[in-house]
């Protein structure tokens, strides 16, 4: 009789709500211990969503009642961590599956045809959720993935930068806008007797001076001078660290040696191979 179909139901209803509990607490075991691999994972979770909320929705008087929808969230949060192939075929499958339990119905009661349409939509759906999802997931990991193999080359290249800075005989100094050292090559750690963090003013005034009288535009010429007590005479060369930026670049060429002219005074190669002659 209906009535003792419907009481089938009830009991149905609950014993499955009963299962599908019992059934996510077993989950949670292969999601802490991380195996198996996170799609194997996907695929038993969405699996288990579709077996219990097709029985629930059975046991609702099927698609009408609502409860389909609860498969929207699981098939997007699948989607996610999967490729699109796998992501559609879900989809597919649960989208037979409520098609399967309308079928199954329509053997036990009279089901109108708006309830098969019901059906589709929901199926359409799902589609389009998990399509969405997984487009959106992919474009963010090749986001991710661009963005990791840029920061390795600019990585790289830093630390290429810093080695060839740090082996060039010519002093390299770079000051932050409260004039301290941030970065010294081996050559200007050697003439200026200084470190990183400490205040150009404490370690060379004449220096200091030099780099306030450029920062003011007063400077147009570089001139030689002692960067300290005891040192070989220098000449400076600033320049801006970035655009706008208050730090400094600090250059000082090789000091010049007996016999020797300093190597900021080098006279390079003129047209043709021809060196110009000397003042």
Not at 164 to 177: C, F, H, T, W, Y
Not at 233 to 260: K, M
């Amino acid at each position: 009789s209906m009535q003792a179909f419907a009481d089938l139901r009830i009991a149905w209803f609950y014993n499955t709500c009963i299962a599908y509990g019992l059934a996510a607490l077993l989950l949670v075991a292969p999601a802490f211990y991380q195996t198996p691999r996170i799609s194997w994972q996907a695929h038993l979770h969405f699996g288990t969503d579709v077996i219990a909320v097709t029985s629930l929705v059975f046991a609702a008087d099927g698609v009408p009642s609502g409860l389909g929808m609860l498969l929207v969230t699981p098939a997007i949060g699948c989607s996610l961590v999967l490729s699109p192939r796998m992501a559609i075929l879900q989809a597919a499958v649960a989208t037979l599956a409520l098609f399967g339990e309308e079928i199954i119905r329509q053997l036990h009661e009279n089901v109108v045809s708006s309830e098969f349409t019901q059906t589709g939509l929901l199926g359409l759906l799902l589609f389009l959720s998990s399509g969405t999802a997984n487009a959106v997931a992919t474009r963010a990991r090749r986001s991710e993935a661009l963005a990791e193999r840029t920061g390795s080359e600019l990585a790289n290249l830093s630390r290429l930068n810093e080695t060839i800075v740090e082996r060039m005989q010519s002093g390299v100094a770079v000051l932050d806008g409260n004039d301290r050292f941030h970065l010294l090559n081996a050559a200007a750690r050697a003439w200026l007797r200084a470190k990183p963090g400490d205040e150009l003013a404490k370690i060379s005034s004449p220096l200091h001076a030099a780099l306030t009288q450029w920062r003011k535009g007063l400077l147009p010429e570089p001139q030689p001078l002692l960067p300290r007590a005891g040192a070989d005479e220098v000449i400076p060369r600033f320049s801006r660290l970035g655009t706008g930026a208050a730090g400094a670049v600090l250059h000082l060429p090789e000091p010049a040696r007996a016999g020797q002219e300093p190597a900021a005074q080098v006279n390079l190669p003129g047209p043709r191979g021809r060196r110009p002659a000397s003042g």
